[in-house]
């Protein structure tokens, strides 16, 4: 306590802070995109669209977040639980293979799970075409195309295309309103009636499309896995002209000689029994009634809402008004030019996050929200093992706290199905969702031994819903996931074996996500009990459950019990032979030392439970496992690194990882092994493109410059040499619900804030130093 000062003093935010970040973020283009991993991806939360800027043809897909084929499902195997006591015997023995093999046999889903047509696939909603006709002068020689440009804008949620023709300029915009949830895109020429464009709706499968009146529809209905009679979606497009007239011609709307066209894009699906013909009628006719301009400043007014929270200044380079995908390749060969590409990157992670989701509906998938194609990886759907929870890492500290919110739905839909697989499996309480599920509530292990039975997924979303009550002390949330919290509790509680060498609870049957280790007598399986992930995530569920039972006062019994459970839990970490953090309760050998999942330092991050400051061994461990690790690996894999190096305070470290992550890549193959790095419109490159990478690294790159799970808010606590000259940023959100500004000079704070509710003193680190501080209104 010595340490720590009294600051009483309001420390102002002085002009330096309202400098943060002016110039307006761009990301922009001198090409129209040749793939799709080059166009720019727009949404708002329910509709998205990423336009290509072609200058005679157009493709841009259209994605609806709920739109899902699948239906929900009972694949619970209930005579599992009679071969749990074999399973966990054989275990217990060493005989780990051939628990592998029941549990195969046995302790899978039914049916062909995640690869089957009921499990359904996250998919496209299609594609709008539009083809141009540029009108040639009389007498010149051929059409000449000047001065293209195509660009998005974080700061407004636009996209723009422009380009000039036979000296007249086109420009094109193109948003995903947050006003009146249509897409909007507007074409306009510098010259009377210069327009002329067919625009068409398209799918690869199931789909029908017509013309009414001067409206073109498509409707389709997709697989449910039972009768073909799944989900049912309606897209409307409507046009507003200035000049020229509009024809429909083969199921497409046909204009010509326009001076201005606005394009309306509604949809809808059936989705929770929504009457989807009439919203997305309804939603339509009231973008029509408004006039371009209110509906535009409407949508960047409500993006703002979200986007201006934070601002965030690393420094500038000389690079930095490079076009984007040049800026890339330069970023990755001399980083140190461009200090604002990681605030670039941060803020479109933002983007991001605001674009896929909102409150009411669905978290991100794996592809956020949009997928270009019907056979989406891995289905688009939400893996538990580390995806969906990555999705979600940036959201408190980036203050979009409210974005949380329809994760914590999702899994309160898992509840119930998961009471009936936690008793069918396990015959145990409460609920468990093991590493995958869908917007159709499967909870059930997935269809393989390998990867398909790990006991964590549950246990691991509630850390994602306490996190957004650690960080708001929202105590009416926290009433209403507690629920949810304890019945996971009740679950691991009543399915934890004891080990008998060592006396702990633990896990039985489960997996160390998706890896895999050598059996003494020289045979692979990964299938084990008490991997070291799960009893991270034990440990963590059962402190919160009994911190939330204080804070709400209920259930003193149970808390009780989880008390004393806590005793038998593993500790956080034990360190193996070879000093690093062991995956396994055995120090097994490991099939692949640089395997993309590092479960086992989940305890670093998102947990605290390992800390250099408190358990400084285990620390030092964990920075032995990623050395062994590496620092390659699938885009997701890489920000987790750079998560972990920030927790561990090294933020030269971390800065590699992020140049990693930012590594220019055109792969588009399904890659689990080295390889992960960016597109040019700066989506994440598993390959293939997956989400999690830009999350997962926005919520590295604050942690690189705020931490705030050690009991106390410590300021740069990762600052690489990068950005250390000078930077500010406001608005970030420290837990206990802090909000926090900063400058800094020379790696030194200069001036700070912590802005809160009510003026409380607070711990803050501050250039090595504690202080108390108290926070201002
Ligand atoms: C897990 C990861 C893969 C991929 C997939 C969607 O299976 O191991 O790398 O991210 O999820």
Redesign the pocket.
Known sequence: MKMIRLLLVVICALPVLVHAQTKPLKLHYSLPARMWEETLPLGNGRLGMTPDGGTHKEKIVLNDITLWSGSPQDANNYEAYKSLPEIRKLIMEGRNEEAQDLVNKNFVCLGPGSGGARWGKYQTLGALEIEYTHKLIPGSPGEELYNYNRQLSLNEAIAKTNYTVNGTDFKREYFSSFDDDVNVIRLTASKAGAINCKIKLSRPERFAVKTEGGELQMYGQLDNGIDGKGMQYLTRVRTKLTGGKLTTEDGALKIEGATEVLIYVSAATDFRGVAFREKSKSLLDAAMRKPYSLQKANHIAKYGRFFNRVKINLGEGASSGLPTDTRLEKFYGSSADDPAMAALFFQFGRYLTISSTRVGLLPPN?QGLWAKEINT??NGDY?L???VQMNHWPVEVANLSELNLPLADLVKGLVKPGEKTAKAYYNAEGWIAHVITNIWGFTEPGESAS?GVANAGSGWLCDNLWQHYAFTNDLAYLKSIYPVLKGSALFYKSALVKDTRTGWLVTSPSVS??NSFFLPNGKTANVSMGPTIDNQIVRELFTNVIAASKLLNTDLALRKELEEKLKLVPPPGIISKSGRIQEWLEDYKETDPQH??ISHLWGLYPASLITPSRTPELAEAARKTLEVRGDDG?S??IAYKLLFWARLKDGDRAFKLLKEILKPTSRTDIN?GAGGGVYPNMLSA?PPF?I?GNFGATAGIAEMILQSHDGFIDLLPALPLAWKANGNVTGLKARGNYTVDMSWKNGKITVFKIKSPVSKKVKVKVNGKMMLVQSVK
């Open positions: 794996l990886p891995w893996h093992d580390v995806n990867w996500p998706e993309r999942h699938p997701w894999t689990y598993g997956q999690d």
